[in-house]
């Protein structure tokens, strides 16, 4: 943590669990007897209850979405570039909450817990989780902390999958639902990295087919293949090449321009170590996170994404899934995102108005790839920031 | 409000829906929203301008209408509006029909080239107008497609287009009794009210 907490900051906080003992029966059919979920909130809930905001996370995203847990946290939560006093999600305004999802390894119940049933790890004995599942959980949630409705709700990525699960599944429930740099479902190229992510870590000779953690291991080398694969895709070949392209050399200066190929060590070595700095970030970032990631949730996570469709219920066409849903949406994507590009933000406004429904739409420039919905981006933080100032403005001329 | 917006608002219903086509800082679908009750969506591509249109409350989606409507369905709105915006598409006859199958009826604004003092200026100086309401070169205009009240009047004819109703106003947006008998020289903003003739 800096010296003194900045003033838009939200500082430190400390999560709450919620326990359920209400068994949960997810999508595949199995059943959560019963979970936990670990809750992170920011500002205050009005006493209208009408300013409350859920925070849906990504894939390695948890409830630690802002501020500092301790003096001692190097690094804020996941989203604080958006999340704090003043910011785009003002706490000031709202009343942000934000959880683990289940299935997650961040302190919500997960594959990384202890299975009640039969007192061991549930490891790779967890069920399959699907965005509905977690919706539902999320819905249940939101029972508990009485809160009748959601101001907005707001995710990115496998965050805005649940945004659009909320609006399709609980009319009157959520009054906006903003939804950024994610898909209607994901594509066959998508599935295909989750593949390569998911295979890196079952064959890693420490997985023992999921129960690494009776073992006393886990499968560090697969966890880092798969971050490192899923690192590429988060980001552009433009974002590298800036990353990675500092250093200039005698024969390029004229172009100023190395493609991102700096060197380590500033010279080749002729041997099949690291020779680019690209080369050892990647090593670095997924070592990190092979370190702080459970690879069960990995697993349950990728399969989340793969399986998500809302369309399944309505003859694959989107737009009927969307009849009954009665929020205002707000889309966004950025343009050098190859992962979920903005076409796929375009179907769902596609179909969004061929429900006629409300939205607003719009397509960012930026050069960081799909990692851009995490970074503030200048116009992306305002357009956000001008929205949900709209959302906040109509719950006061609402007020009796 | 712009004065045209001003006659274009007389014509839309009260509770309808309105798409609007180029709608920049989103000031009319707002005031229609408010004292109309309209369900507006608008369409722009000017980063500031959309940037206004969210922090009024109002549904902007970023689209370039050079790359069509396809996305709307057919007969989903029931005014589409394109203000002042006409004379800066690739293929405006191509919109107008887009238009009037999206929504049940159309506004068109544009500038009438017809009008004296463009005539004056060309017949005169020989040289493309430029004026403070078309305040640009030829090679650096956005609009590329200036066209005249008869022009207009004849696409209709041709695509079989009804004109519900028709008015012309000068720039401040007055109009009178002599524009209205010599629309095509005395307008400078033409402003239509039209449908798909369903006779």
């Not at chain 1, 995710?155 to 906006?176: C, D, F, N, T």
């Not at chain 1, 995490?374 to 001008?386: F, V």
């Not at chain 2, 591509?45 to 549904?59: A, F, M, S, V």
């Amino acid at each position: 943590m800096p010296d003194s907490i900045p003033t838009d900051s939200v500082g430190l906080v400390t999560p709450q669990v919620y326990k359920f003992d209400e068994p949960l029966t997810l999508r595949s059919g199995k059943v959560l007897p019963k979970y936990e979920l670990v809750v992170e909130t920011y500002g205050k809930l009005n006493n209208e209850k009408t300013n409350a905001l859920l925070i849906c996370h990504a894939l390695s995203g948890d409830h630690h979405a802002a501020g500092y847990h301790s003096k001692n946290d190097s690094k804020p939560g996941w989203w604080d570039s958006c999340i704090g006093p003043g910011k785009a999600i003002d706490t000031n305004l709202f009343y942000v909450v934000s959880l683990n999802n289940f299935g997650g390894c961040a302190g919500s119940t997960g594959p990384a817990s202890i299975n009640p049933e039969t007192n061991k790890y549930y490891g790779p004995d967890f069920p399959v989780v699907t965005v509905r599942d977690w919706v539902s959980s999320q819905r249940r949630l939101m029972d508990r902390m009485e809160i009748p409705e959601w101001a907005a709700v707001v995710g990115g990525s496998l965050g805005g999958m649940q945004v659009l699960r909320w609006a399709i599944s609980y009319p009157g429930k959520v009054r906006h639902a903003v939804c950024i740099a994610a898909a209607p479902k994901l594509s066959a190229q998508n599935i295909a990295f989750n593949e390569v992510a998911r295979h890196s870590i079952t064959s890693d000779p420490d997985f023992h087919e999921g129960r690494y953690l009776e073992k006393g291991t886990y499968p560090k080398q697969g966890l880092m293949l798969a971050r490192m694969v899923g690192h590429i895709t988060y980001l552009s070949d433009s974002a590298m090449r800036s990353k990675f392209g500092k250093s200039v050399s005698n024969f390029e200066q004229d172009t100023a321009e190395n493609f991102g190929r700096d060197l380590r060590s500033g010279k080749l070595n002729f041997g099949l170590d690291v020779d680019f700095q690209v080369e050892s970030y990647l090593h670095y970032q997924g070592e990190r996170f092979s370190e702080n990631f459970d690879a069960n949730t990995y697993l349950l996570m990728t399969k989340a994404l793969d399986y998500f469709d809302p369309t399944v219920d309505f003859e694959g066409d989107l737009s009927k899934a969307f009849t009954n849903s009665d929020c205002k949406f707000l889309l966004m994507s950025f343009s050098t995102d190859w992962r979920f590009p903005s076409e796929r933000s375009r179907e769902i406004v596609s179909d969004l108005l061929k429900a006629g429904r409300e939205v607003s739409y719009l397509e960012i420039e930026a050069d960081q790839g799909h990692d851009a919905f995490l970074l503030p981006i200048p116009r992306y933080i305002e357009a956000l920031s001008g929205f949900l100032q709209r959302v906040h403005q109509e719950n006061e001329s609402d007020a009796p | 409000m712009r004065p045209d917006l001003e006659i274009i608002q007389q014509w839309i219903q009260p509770n309808s829906k309105v798409l609007d086509l180029g709608c920049g800082d989103g000031s009319l679908l707002h005031y229609l929203q408010t004292t109309k009750n309209v369900h507006g969506i608008g369409l722009e591509i000017d980063e500031t301008n959309i940037q206004h249109c969210l922090d009024r409350g109002t549904n902007v989606i970023e689209q370039n209408l050079d790359k069509g409507l396809s996305n709307f369905q057919s007969g989903s709105f029931d005014t589409v509006l394109l203000a002042q915006t006409l004379q800066a598409l690739s293929k405006p006859d191509h919109l107008i029909d887009e238009m009037l199958r999206i929504g049940k009826n159309g506004i068109v604004t544009f500038p009438n080239f017809g009008n004296w003092k463009s005539r004056l200026y060309l017949a005169s100086r020989g040289r493309m107008p430029v004026s403070k309401f078309i305040p640009h070169s030829w090679y650096n205009t956005p609009n590329i497609h200036f066209c005249t009240v008869k022009d207009f009047d004849a696409l209709c004819t041709e695509r079989d287009i009804k004109v519900l109703a028709r008015t012309v106003v000068d720039l401040e947006h007055q109009g009178s009794w002599y524009m209205r008998a010599w629309p095509n020289f005395l307008g400078e903003i033409a402003i239509y009210h039209i449908s798909k003739n369903t006779d």
